[in-house]
């Protein structure tokens, strides 16, 4: 099979995009790569040392760097929530990869999660509102209410290899 244009999952923070990626790219023997965690490697921090020490724009610099560099090495690459508010990286992710969102509905996302510095400063739901629109422009997505494991990876599957 030729291969495929890397799959990029998007979402709101704990939506699954980690754990998705981490399963879907085991069982199909894909390599996998989270950009929180790739950062957190390069930097030497964790999301919340990096905020508080380095702040958002660094971070935020910093993820699109990285994500310019991950797209070429990676078959699936979980974004951050907030990797698309950066319209540099939309784009780039529109055009060399198949950017899939993973919808939740907001009431049943997790309403507290470690290592996440945003959500204690500011409402879930104003964050939520404000990421939203660039999750509607990916050109997939997975309903994860309406679907059980295997019919995610079974569409998943299918995104990966068309
Ligand atoms: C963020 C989401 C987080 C992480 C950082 C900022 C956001 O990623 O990149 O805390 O702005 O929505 P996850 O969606 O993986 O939690």
Redesign the pocket.
Known sequence: MQPSKPLCLC?????G??TLGDLFSKKYHLTFQ???HA?EKELGMN??EI?ETQG?EY?RKK?SELLKLLINQYNII??????L?DESNLNLLLERSKLVYLNKSFTDLPKE?P?????SEESQRF?FEQ?LPGYLKAPYTLDLQQLDESEIHGKLWQIWSE
């Open positions: 979402g709101f923070m704990g939506a995009k980690t989270d950009l929180d950062l999301v919340t905020f958002e971070f993820e979980a974004l951050g929530g907030g990797t508010l999660l290592n996440r510095p945003l959500l964050l990421r």
